[in-house]
């Protein structure tokens, strides 16, 4: 059984290795150039990219092709990609599955929509993986995994507004002003896999509270929970926010995972991501 997912599933190096997963990239295009979401990608060149240039970042998802090959050589198949609501990834997955089998035979190819990103798709292939261990058969992962999903909760706190300004999500006055009271907002993705606002926090300090806060808002029994947190280039508060969260909470296991490409464009340098 193999477990592929897009490049928006950010790992650290033990997750890389345990997990034995297979990363489909999706592209990101800064102004005139070109960043494939890969293993050779440079984070922090593209970051400094992002910063540097007028036009809002865009990002292509992988083509079908690219998910095929992913597919070959293996038995069973899960496939995580980012919410549909916002990439086209889950629908090209989809795609190669029918073109695949279509082509090559039967073969067992499920896809799950994370309907979110970075450390939620993360502990998506955490827990199919651990099903695989166990010796699960296919549809009883496709079943507990689906159930999971359905309970699953994931939020974000931007480490800059400039991306949303760059593409009109909030005006430039507004991000002006935000920038100036020092806000920063907390984010989540609803049921469906949309981003909503879930409050304007003032200072850092003020968000990483907000942000353990919100965990026992949305969850009162963690002792078989998995809390995952990704961080743009912002570690110390990845850790922070880690041991605030152990101080409070007995979850079964925290990960600590930096973003790629994809997850790095739109939390922005000095974000913060955790899925639970």
Known sequence: MRIVADSSCDLNEHLKKSLGITLVPLT??????????????????????????????????????EFMNAFKDAGSVFVVTLTSALSGTYNSAMLAKDLYLKEYGDKFIHVFDSKGSSVKETLIAMVIKALIDEKRTEMEIVEHVNAYLEKQKFFFQLGSLDTM????????????IANALNIKPILYANEHGEVEL??????????????????????????????????????????????????RYNFKKIVIVPTAGLSSVYTSRGGLTIAF
């Open 198 to 247: 879930y409050e304007n926090v003032r200072s850092e300090k003020k968000s990483i509270r907000k942000l353990v806060e919100i965990i026992g808002e949305h969850c009162d029994d963690f002792s078989d929970r998995i809390l995952g947190i990704s961080h743009c280039e912002a570690l110390e508060k990845a850790e922070m926010l880690k041991a605030e969260v152990e101080a």
């Open 28 to 65: 990101i295009t800064v102004g005139q150039e070109h960043f494939k979401d890969d293993a050779n990608l440079d984070v922090s060149k593209m970051i400094n990219a992002i910063e540097h240039c007028k036009e809002v970042a865009k990002s292509s998802c992988p083509s079908p092709q």
């Open 165 to 176: 300004i760059k593409n009109g999500r909030i005006t430039k006055l507004k991000g002006i």
